[in-house]
């Protein structure tokens, strides 16, 4: 019977890596998630998936749930106002079916994601647009998506003296541009958890203290005015090299969101190396231990419903570009490495789903 065994005492064993691939080849992240009610996905993109038919097995074979990493962006869907390409988009709800994998979309509305049009609108014709872009992706999808990231990355950062981003949605659509969005989603697809996606929560820092004090206080006037948000997307982007991190804060942030009758799902996890660990084994050791202390506490929390990680593998991860190591070695963020093997960052969701209570 297969069991799984804590991060710690499962890397003083000999012949780890080939003891990973054993389990791996055994279990699935999506079984061992499955058995405890929790969904285990992946950000992807339509590309890759077909054009490599070794990890698109693996995607398939690991996960239940499958987001789009850019492909459903605003700018890609809407490149000219009114004019719509979901290629992409249906590509992977596609595949997601085929595989009886659960489809989530996003993201609708992000400052990053704009289409260059929306910034050269007058103010009333921008939040009509942005209302009829919502309406308009979210109901191509209607009962095909489980859950659909509505804003992405609104809060503000601490000193910026506003509890909202100053950014073009902000300026042309309103101050109540969020509110919208979700009430346009919720007409579109009653049916889709309905997700507010943010970012720096995760640790013991002032800036993540600031940013949960001022989610809670968003969250609290969102669902006060009956805005019908469904989740808290926690992105999850964590990094190695010992970052203050405190359990009970953490939990005491979930709890508040849990108490507002909200569920959450860790919606970007990854890991970024920053630490100074040179081996291999060290190096993945240390994003692993990270994923294990983050998760510990993430899915004790009963309103958690799913975990998608910002990739499968090191072969297509953001984080090549976005952090790389100084070193030049190629960045180890994720459950599989480049050459589609698990890495400790797998037994590390592993022992998290196995040890989580269900749900
Ligand atoms: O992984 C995404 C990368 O390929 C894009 O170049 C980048 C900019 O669009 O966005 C990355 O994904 C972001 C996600 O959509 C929102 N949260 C932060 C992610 C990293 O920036």
Excluded at 5 to 12: E, T
Excluded at 116 to 145: C, D, E, I
Aim: glycine residues 6%.
């Amino acid at each position: 019977m297969y069991c799984v065994g804590s991060v710690a005492g499962f890397y003083a064993m000999s012949r780890a890596g080939m003891l990973r691939t054993a389990l791996a080849a055994e279990t699935s992240l999506r079984e061992l998630a499955s058995a405890k009610g929790l969904l285990y996905g992946c950000a992807n993109s339509p590309d890759r998936l077909t054009a490599d038919p070794v990890f698109a097995r693996l995607v398939a074979e690991q996960c239940s749930l499958l987001v789009p990493e850019n492909s459903l962006n605003w700018k890609y869907v809407e490149p000219r106002y009114g004019e719509f390409d979901f290629h992409l988009g249906d590509s992977l709800a596609t595949f997601a079916k085929d595989r009886n994998m659960k489809f989530g979309g996003g993201t609708l509305v992000w400052h990053e994601g704009l289409p260059q049009w929306f910034s050269s609108l007058p103010p009333p014709s921008a939040k009509a647009a942005m209302v009829n872009h919502v309406t308009q992706v979210v109901g191509h999808y209607r009962g095909h998506a489980f859950s659909w990231a509505v804003v992405n990355e609104a809060l503000a950062f601490r000193g910026q003296g506003a509890m909202l981003k100053d950014t073009p949605l902000l300026r042309l659509a309103g101050p109540d541009y969020i509110e919208a969005a979700f009430r346009a989603a919720a007409l579109a697809d009653p049916s889709a958890l309905l997700v507010l996606n943010d970012n720096h929560l995760e640790y013991d820092l002032p800036e993540d203290d600031y940013r949960r004090d001022a989610l809670l206080k968003l969250l609290q006037q969102l669902v006060g005015k009956k805005v019908p948000i469904g989740a808290l997307g926690i992105q999850s982007h964590l990094r190695t090299g010992d970052v203050p991190f405190s359990s009970s804060k953490l939990k005491g942030f979930l709890d508040s969101v849990s108490d507002l009758g909200l569920k959450i799902v860790v919606s970007e996890l990854d890991v970024a190396e920053k630490g100074s660990e040179a081996t291999v084994a060290d190096r993945d050791n240390a994003v692993a231990k990270e994923i294990d202390r983050y998760l510990e506490v993430i899915l004790q929390e009963k309103s958690v419903v799913a975990v998608v990680t910002w990739g499968l593998t090191a072969k297509y991860t953001w984080l090549a570009s976005y952090a790389p190591r100084s070193d030049g070695q190629h960045v180890r963020p994720l459950p599989y490495d480049s050459e589609l093997h698990p890495t400790a960052a797998w037994q590390a969701l592993a022992t998290a789903f196995a040890r989580a209570p269900a749900r």
